[in-house]
């Protein structure tokens, strides 16, 4: 089939249909939302569902979490903001890192 039989064969699809592959794509988008986890410097890290924001009037970052509570960390208490990297670490709670 060419791309002019491709064209013609979609504006033939009733008005629902034109709409399913943005429909699609929309739902795959949102299937990529990412989490980010935040160390902090007495090692703690933080598991946030949104990527923090850091507001430098206030000097602190802010990040929502799984119950879309918005919550704020010193920005002199992190260290390091990361994709989230372990599947087993519930989003918006506290973990703590062990060094050797």
Not at 22 to 47: E, I, K, P
């Amino acid at each position: 089939m060419t791309t002019q039989g491709v064209i013609q064969h979609f504006k033939a699809l009733p008005g629902a249909a034109r709409f399913l592959p943005w429909l699609f794509s929309a739902a795959l988008l949102a299937g990529c939302a990412h989490r980010y986890d935040m160390t902090l410097t007495n090692g703690q890290r933080v598991t946030n569902v949104t990527k923090p924001v850091l507001k430098r009037d206030v000097g602190a970052y802010f990040y929502k979490d799984v119950a879309g509570n918005v919550h704020h960390v010193s920005a002199g208490r992190v260290v390091e903001i990361a994709p989230h990297s372990s599947k087993n670490i519930t989003p918006g709670t506290f973990q703590q890192k062990t060094y050797p």
